[in-house]
Structures are given as structure tokens and as C-alpha cells.
T-cell receptor
């Protein structure tokens, strides 16, 4: 692993199903983020974690949950997927929240049908 | 509310210079970032400004005026590979990143 890795890269999901998007980084960064990116809206923060064991809500947290059991992993769970959650999801990490450059995973393209 | 404005799309010619503007209104300011994002790929870091003035990095330069809530990204000697979206992001007083919607730059031969 080099940098930050997301899985899966793409997924088609039936509405109502539960889904976990995985994110792992090997840079020992304290802060991690989940964004969704929709055409014309830019990146919107879903949830974040400033350090292992803590999480916080971003701009659009409804329908999503996260956990940060250790420094490296930051999974995002959709409890019951809806079509409006169709988007490209990016996980990112930075050495400290907001003050240093963020490194992004390659993204997960999720389609909820 | 917090807001970052960038032009939606710009077109420029290969070999020319282009300036992409970003204006922001945020609760506090702790730095401004520019990222490049090619279609279908993840954003990658270009520059960071926290003090007023110009930061130069090769063909790319970024300028910041905190009093005006304004930044620009200057791209010189444009190449076809510079066709991408350019994202402006500001760190607010809570150290949260606020993102603009991005400027799609189209380079024509």
C-alpha cells in the first residue's frame, strides 16, 4: 500500500442495501475525511476524524456513519442506500486537520438503483 | 454562510497564460489551497497560501489577498495535459476545509 487506498473502485447497489466503503492510509496521518463529489457541487464533507477514536459530522452526514478504530482505517457505511447517494466518494487524509495538504484516494463510484 | 466562488469553465490556448480566480467568504481564515483534478481522477495538491502575496512553483503560481478574500491560480505555457478542473479550498477558523465547485479548464491546440 502506498498512500491512501479505497475499495471498491465502483459499485452498483440496490436501494435499501447496506454498504461499507473502505479507506486505508499508510502515511500515519492524524486526520481523515470522507467527501462526496457531485457534478456542479464540488466536494462536500460527509464525516471527518481528527485523530483515532474521534469522529465528527461534516456538511452532509445524514444516511452515513463512520468509525475510526485506529490511525490507518476510516470506513464509511451507508445503512440503507437511497438513489440520492449515487455519487463519487473520496477518502482523504492529512497530517493535521485543514492546515496541511490532503491526500486523496482514487475514489469510489457508487450507483444506487 | 461560507462561500467560495470560482468560474465554472474557462477555455485557453496551448502555450498561453490563464488566470483562474477564487473569491471566498468564510468564518475565519487559516490558509487557501489549490488542487488539480483530471477527469475521473482524484484531486492532487498544487499550492498553499496563508500569507498575502505570490507563491511560484514552476509553471504554476498562486496569489492571495486576505483583505480582499481573493486568490488566483496562474498557469503559464499551457500544455494539453493542463486540461483539468482546478479546485479552490479555504481552511476556516475551525480548520475545516471549505471547497469551491471547481473551474473546468479546457485547453485548445
Amino acid at each position: 500500500i502506498a498512500g491512501i487506498t479505497q475499495a471498491p473502485t465502483s459499485q452498483i447497489l440496490a436501494a435499501g442495501r447496506r454498504m461499507t466503503l473502505r479507506c486505508t492510509q499508510d502515511m500515519r496521518h492524524n486526520a481523515m475525511y470522507w467527501y462526496r463529489q457531485d457534478l456542479g457541487l464540488g466536494l462536500r464533507l460527509i464525516h471527518y476524524s481528527n485523530t483515532a477514536g474521534t469522529t465528527g459530522k461534516g456538511e452532509v452526514p445524514d444516511g452515513y456513519s463512520v468509525s475510526r478504530a485506529n490511525t490507518d482505517d476510516f470506513p464509511l457505511t451507508l445503512a440503507s442506500a437511497v438513489p440520492s447517494q449515487t455519487s463519487v466518494y473520496f477518502c482523504a487524509s492529512s497530517d493535521s486537520e485543514g492546515a496541511t495538504e490532503a491526500f486523496f484516494g482514487q475514489g469510489t463510484r457508487l450507483t444506487v438503483v | 454562510g461560507q462561500n467560495i466562488d470560482q468560474p465554472t469553465e474557462m477555455t485557453a490556448t496551448e502555450g498561453a497564460i490563464v488566470q483562474i480566480n477564487c473569491t471566498y467568504q468564510t468564518s475565519g481564515f487559516n490558509g487557501l489551497f489549490w488542487y488539480q483534478q483530471h477527469a475521473g481522477e482524484a484531486p492532487t495538491f498544487l499550492s498553499y497560501n496563508v500569507l498575502d502575496g505570490l507563491e511560484e512553483k514552476g509553471r504554476f503560481s498562486s496569489f492571495l489577498s486576505r483583505s480582499k478574500g481573493y486568490s488566483y491560480l496562474l498557469l503559464k505555457e499551457l500544455q494539453m495535459k493542463d486540461s483539468a478542473s482546478y479546485l479552490c479550498a479555504v481552511t476556516d477558523s475551525n480548520y475545516q476545509l471549505i471547497w469551491g465547485a471547481g473551474t473546468k479548464l479546457i485547453i485548445k491546440p
